[in-house]
Structure formats: C-alpha cells, structure tokens
C-alpha cells in the first residue's frame, strides 16, 4: 500500500513541476517579444487614415488635431519614465518637439499657394535655392509639380511619406489630351522598398493623398537614404509612359522637428544618365542544313542606370521575326545589380522559310523590376535590313553558314 502512494505523491509534484515550467517558458516568450522593435516593413495608408500592426496599438494619429495632441501629452507624462525613453533615438538623443508642424486639417484644404508659403519655414535653403534655379528651357518644358510631406515617428520607429498630389502634369494620351497618373517611389540605395500609389483616371492634377509607412528604419540611417519619385501614365494597351522623375536625397534635411512639407519640379527621366545604351556582345550561327539559326547572348557591358542607384538587374529578351510578325521569343536569367553582365546563354531558333530574307532578331536588354513592369535599358534589331553592325553581322552569317560569328553591338533607346 505505501509503494502506490508513494508513486503517486511523487507523480503528482512532476505534474505540477512540469506545469510550471511549461508556464514559465510561455511567459518569457511573450516578453522578449513584446521588447523587439517592430518588423521591418511599410503600412499603405490611404486618405489619411492610420493604420499600425497589432504590436503597435498606440491611438496617436500623424493626422491629429492639436487638441488630441495635447491629450496624448497630458497621458503620456502621468506613464512611468520606459514610455519618455521609448521616444529617444538609437543614438540616446531625444528629439525636438518645439516648432512642431501638424499637418492632416490644415493639409487635407491646403493648396498649391498654401505649400510655397508653409515650405517657407521647413525646406532648407540649398533646396530653395535649387526650385527657383530653373532654366528658361526647363520652364518652357514643365513637366508639373509634385507635392509630398516628410516626417519621422520616434516612438514606432517609422519613417513616414504622404504623397499629397501632382499639379500641372503633361498629357500623355493625346485624343483625349489627358493622362491616367499614378507615382511609383523607392527607397535608395537598396533599392528593396518600392511601393506605388493607385492610378487615377483622366486628369492633369492628380490628388493621390495616399501615405506609406515604413517601420524599422532608424533615424540614424535617414541621412543615408534617397527618395525616388517616379511619374508615370497607365496605358491599358502597351508600355506604361513615364512623365518624369523626382530624386530627394534626405542628406541635410532634418525630421526631428516634425512634419515637413515639400514640392519639387517633375524632371525628365535620364537626364542623369549616360547618352550611350550600353553594348551587347552576341554570337549567331546560321545551320542551312537544319534551317535553325543559333543565337548565344553572351555578354552586356556598360549598361546606363536603370534609376538614380545605379543599380539595374538586366536580362535580355530575344524575339525572332518573320515578315515583321513574331514567330518565337526567349529570355536569359537576371543578372543582379550589375552594369556588366554575363549572360553564356545559348538558344535554337527554327527557321519557317528557306534562308534568312524575311528573319531579323532582336535583342532587348531589360530591367528586372519586381514591383512593376520591366524598363527597357536598351534594343539592338539584326536582320537585312538593319543598318550598322547590326547588318554587317547579318551579312556575315548569312555569307558564312555554319561558321558561329560573334560581335559588340552598340545598343539603341528601345
């Protein structure tokens, strides 16, 4: 009789030893997670309206009012001192809260007029003085306005960007002589954090008032960083049209003193880039035996910016046609983040006709854009018809089957 119980007594304080450490564990996940910052990662906010992550339930909004504000203030100063030094930067530096600028009321009626007399007090001077030091050729080619406010959030550690509204936009659709804008933006260098606004249809002053968040950004790192606005016009039916671009280094401007609201002119895309397109090496072999022609991309140098990184991800697509209709197509693997790629890539193409008269191939050198449609870097066309190397290369094939021939080609704007 004293064994079972013994037994027992013995099972019932594993039971209970077991429990409690079981708790003890869940209980110290929970808190080294409630004490990790907050995902890398950007909240898409549309018209105004706030929205944080389930870890983040703090009430105050970007857009309140001064009076909510203030009892935001009132509340946070009755918490213990954690909720004070949660505000403070990597750097242990609290941020300034005098001569805050609040922005959703006054921002939601706020006109063109509005933004040049507020920007007055937030832009710096050296970006004054690069708005008003435009060409007389740049004014008489305007390509529009674009208005956005910047602002960094300490206690989420987010780096805030509201997309206000575009102002003067050129037409891009000419039967109708409007356009369908919408803005793609990247954070550079990175060049990892693209995000887009949605399109509106048929107008030349666009109002996006669409606001991304981006968590995980320390302030340290804002100096750092570029903003890339890129403008662009939906088409249903081909290649999206680009209007222009806008590039704002963040280097010198400051984000501790609150919101900051600022307009830059729309520039024409590649204005920074080299004139050339870049090279493209290939190697063709015409087998009249087989009536097949070889095609070996073999090596792209060169290559302009695909945007103000630096940083294109290219790959080339080949379309071969017979009497101007394309009959095949065939695409290489992505390089990554590199101006001079190699390819090696080999492929077959069957001819439908006797003899190379009616073929011509040709080669688009691509950017590989994840969040978008791919840009065209360059195009190089080989055929009878091509003119340059492009038809000295033809020549040569045709004069010399079964003879692999390989040539750099200086690439066209596609």
């Keep these: 009789d004293e064994i079972p119980t013994v037994v027992g007594i013995f099972s019932a304080f594993g039971l209970v030893f077991c429990v409690s450490l079981f708790a003890w564990i869940c209980c110290q996940r929970k808190s080294s997670k409630s004490n990790k910052t907050p995902p890398y990662k950007f909240v898409h906010v549309l018209k105004g309206v706030d929205i944080y992550p389930e870890n983040l339930n703090s009430k105050k909004k970007f857009g309140a009012d001064d009076k909510s504000e203030a009892k935001n203030k009132s509340a946070m100063s009755k918490n213990s ?30 006109s063109p007029k509005h933004f040049a007399e507020r920007k007055k007090d937030s832009v710096s001077p050296d970006s004054l003085k690069s708005i008003t030091s435009l060409s007389s050729e740049d004014k008489q080619d305007k390509l529009g306005t674009l208005f956005f406010s910047l602002e960094y959030n300490f206690e989420k550690k987010a780096f805030v960007v509201n997309i206000k509204e575009a102002r003067g936009l050129p037409a891009m659709d000419e039967q109708s002589m409007t356009s369908d804008p919408y803005i793609k933006m990247t954070i550079l260098p990175e060049k990892k954090h693209k995000v887009k606004t949605r399109v509106l249809r048929k107008t030349l002053d666009p109002a996006f008032d669409e606001t991304f968040t981006f968590y995980g950004i320390p302030y340290s790192q804002i100096q750092d960083l570029t903003l890339h606005f890129m403008v662009l016009s939906f088409d249903r039916f081909s290649r999206d049209d680009v209007i222009g671009e806008v590039l704002i280094p963040l280097a010198g401007i400051e984000l501790s003193e609150g919101r900051l609201l600022m307009d830059r002119e729309i520039i024409k895309r590649n204005v920074r880039k080299s004139s050339g397109r870049g090279e493209l090496l290939v190697s063709l072999c015409y087998q009249s035996t087989t009536n097949t ?7 792209a140098r060169h290559l302009p910016k695909s945007d103000v990184s630096g940083l294109s991800d290219p790959y080339v697509k080949v379309n071969l046609y017979h009497a101007k209709k394309r009959i095949s197509k065939k695409k290489t693997h992505v390089k990554k983040c590199t101006p001079n790629a190699v390819f090696n890539e080999l492929f077959v193409f069957d001819i439908p006709c006797e003899g190379l008269d009616d073929i011509s191939i040709e080669f688009l050198v691509l950017d590989s854009d994840r969040g978008s449609r791919n840009e065209v870097i360059g195009q190089l066309t080989l055929g009878s018809s091509a003119e340059g190397t492009g038809g000295e290369h033809w020549k040569e094939i045709c004069e010399y089957p079964r003879r692999q021939i390989a040539k750099w080609h200086m690439l066209c704007d596609g």
Aim: overall charge neutral; glycine content about 6%.
């Design 293 to 299: 022609l070889t095609v070996v991309v073999l090596k």
């Design 81 to 110: 001192l954690h909720l004070d030094l949660e505000k403070r930067d990597l750097n242990g530096n609290f941020p300034k809260t005098a001569a805050k600028v609040q922005g959703s009321p006054d921002l939601e009626n706020s």
